[in-house]
């Protein structure tokens, strides 16, 4: 009797296997490639990190970060970094990627945040530039913001500044990740 449990439950997980592997495509790695248009996106790479480190690289963590935004002490952070995800095949030679930016403080803001003004709380490494260039077969680029130290006078005081990601001709920027907020902070 007992044989006839095994001999029983043993074809109920065959089949049962066989069922499963049935629903999933012949090549497992075909259900992971992307499929939909090429688009770009900018992201908080210091989401998640621990914050003993990242107050030692001068990012204010008192208040929350989030997928897009993050605040980082003027006088404890020289650059700043923006992570720019190309989400698509990649291209065998470089592609520039545009944004702009935004000259109103955003009404989700903290009361009292007033707007960072270029050229005297940050500029960008190219100055003026407003484009950032992904390498040939990469993923991956960085807007880079160069912090005026000592340009906010007030300790406790704000400013922000706003990036939008536009793309270009062919690459359009993702509808949920195209902005992203620098708080900075004295």
């Known amino acids: 009797m007992k044989m006839k449990k095994y001999i029983v439950y043993s074809i109920l997980g065959v089949a049962l296997c066989g069922l499963i592997t049935g629903c999933l495509p012949e090549k497992a790695e075909t259900g992971l490639t992307y499929k939909g248009p090429a688009v770009v996106e900018v992201k908080n790479?210091?989401?998640g990190q621990l914050t003993a480190q990242l107050t030692a690289r001068g990012i204010y963590t008192?208040?929350?970060?989030?997928?897009?935004?993050?605040?980082?002490?003027?006088?404890?952070?020289?650059?700043?970094?923006?992570?720019?995800q190309l989400v698509g095949p990649q291209?065998?030679?470089?592609?520039?990627?545009n944004y702009t930016v935004r000259g109103t403080v955003p009404a989700s803001a903290p009361v009292g945040t007033t707007l960072a003004v270029e050229g005297t709380n940050y500029n960008?490494?190219?100055?003026?530039?407003?484009?950032?260039?992904?390498?040939?077969?990469?993923?991956?680029?960085?807007i880079?913001?160069?912090?005026?130290p000592n340009s906010?006078?007030?300790?406790?005081?704000?400013?922000?500044?706003?990036?939008?990601?536009?793309?270009?001709?062919?690459?359009?920027?993702?509808?949920?990740?195209?902005?992203?907020?620098?708080?900075?902070?004295?």
Do not use: C, E, H
Request: hydrophobic share 40%; charged share 15%; proline share 4%.
């Open 152 to 186: 906010i006078t007030t300790v406790g005081q704000q400013r922000i500044l706003t990036i939008d990601i536009t793309g270009n001709a062919q690459i359009a920027p993702s509808a949920n990740y195209s902005k992203f907020l620098l708080m900075l902070r004295r």
């Open 124 to 142: 960008f490494r190219t100055v003026g530039a407003r484009k950032v260039t992904f390498a040939p077969n990469t993923s991956q680029a960085y």
């Open 91 to 97: 291209s065998s030679s470089p592609i520039d990627i």
């Open 62 to 84: 008192t208040t929350a970060q989030t997928d897009s935004s993050r605040t980082v002490l003027i006088n404890s952070r020289p650059t700043d970094s923006i992570l720019v």
């Open 45 to 47: 790479q210091t989401l």
């Open 144 to 148: 880079l913001v160069d912090i005026i």
